[in-house]
């Protein structure tokens, strides 16, 4: 057998690979997904918890994103573009999907609930109601001032803030994208 010789890792190698996992590897589209269910409601009651629990965390990379840009701020351009470009897309994508299915299901939307603690950049998604009425309220419904419970005003200033209405903006935007594809 012979002795296949260690290729040498270059910066330039990785940055490559990670360009490659984007063309090849793109957001899966929501109109290419067969979300064709048999039994919706034993579906429902068996996993309703856990795809809502999964479109939740998906829908969080936003979050994960920021934070990682926050916590490593000297990350090369690799870095970055891998979080932003490549893995939050096909993320967010996927919690799309998720939060699609679970509509299909009969259960609610997951919804985000942006909240500051100590001026960390934070989002919470809405509890579910565990309900199959579509109807029903969600545990964290917003109170008649249009504010999501318990939120506190960010004692950070600048990025909090900002990131919190790019969360909501972007929420809402690739829920309409996805709707009218």
């Known amino acids: 057998m012979a002795i296949v010789p260690r290729q ?5 190698k990785i940055a490559e690979h990670v360009q490659r996992l984007g063309e090849l590897y793109p957001p899966i589209r929501l109109d290419s997904v067969d979300r064709t269910i048999k039994r919706p409601w034993l579906v429902a ?12 965390v998906e829908l969080e990379v936003d979050r994960n994103v920021l934070e990682l ?4 701020p000297d990350a090369d351009d690799t870095n970055k573009t891998f979080y ?28 985000p609930i942006p909240q500051a603690e ?21 545990i964290a ?4 001032s249009g504010q999501p419970p318990n939120q506190t005003t960010p ?9 919190k209405e790019m969360r909501w903006k972007r929420l809402e935007a690739m829920r309409t994208a996805a709707v009218s594809r």
């Not at 932003?84 to 919804?111: C, K, M, S, Y």
């Not at 001026?119 to 809405?126: F, L, S």
């Open 118 to 138: 100590s001026g960390a950049i934070c989002c919470r998604w809405a509890k579910p109601n565990n309900s199959l009425d579509p109807s029903a309220p969600t």
């Open 141 to 144: 419904s917003n109170p008649t």
């Open 69 to 72: 840009l926050v916590l490593l």
């Open 8 to 12: 040498h890792i270059t910066q330039q």
């Open 84 to 111: 932003a470009d490549v893995w939050q897309p096909q993320e967010i994508q996927h919690g799309l999907i998720l939060d699609r299915l679970q509509q299909d299901l009969g259960r609610t939307a997951a919804e």
């Open 155 to 163: 004692s950070a200033t600048g990025m909090a803030t900002t990131a």
């Open 45 to 56: 009651k068996k996993f309703g918890h856990v795809i809502d629990y999964l479109a939740r």
